[in-house]
């Protein structure tokens, strides 16, 4: 029980990715805060998770607003008794176009922004001070291999954010490592974690354009949610406590440093 009297806030928990990672969690101990927008999502998925034998609240919380970021992080203090360890999971592309920039509005840019990257930095900000004061925490900020490689199916704005999301993540990474909190980033390639990226595999691009990504991939292959989710946890976990400022980058070789 690799996270035992541990206590998490997982961003975007309610579905997809995020939900997995609060199971994860869960189901090796940990006290789990998942969050997100859609309230029937975090009751389904929060009752999976106490069904299954874990210890899961919810709160529906709108991570671009400081307001509510704030009342999140003091509920979980006041019901789990503090925050260890944060994942930085909610993102999307908000429905910004696709193609040139000409084709991207300030709305756009803004809404994705807002999501990804201004999400991260309230969540961060709101937590690294219980963080600090208990001298221990793992924040994970999830990337993607957009930032890596550009826009192959996803539009500028969201290749932008999540490059950022790295450059964030070295930089906190350096300011709080003092205060024996690990800071990083991990950055999956495609992974069919839901409808939303389902629909995008499998609606928005040709089996000609299915077949070029994957001849680029080594291993020939999507990655599977066990294989984002088991990274993620180890770099929540004491097992990763000498690695902070790491991007990993989980995309079955695409890209490489």
Known sequence: MR???KRAIVTGGNRGLGRDFARGLAAEGCRVMIAGRSKTDLEKAARGINDAGGECLYQQTDVTDSSEVTALVERTVAELGGVDILINNAGGSMGAPHGSIDAIEQEHWDAVMHLNLRAVYLCCKAVAPLMKAQGFGKIVNLSSLAARIG???TPLPYSSAKGAIITFT???AQELGPY?????SVAPGIILSGPRLQGMWQERLSDKEK???LSRVPLRRLGTVEEITGPVLFLCSEEAAYISG????VNGGLFSV
Do not use: E, S
């Not at 790491?246 to 980058?249: E, I, R």
């Open 3 to 5: 996270f035992a009297g």
């Open 151 to 153: 826009g192959t199916v």
């Open 170 to 172: 070295r930089h906190l």
């Open 180 to 184: 024996g909190i690990n800071v990083n």
């Open 211 to 213: 077949q070029a990504y």
């Open 246 to 249: 790491l991007n990993l980058d």
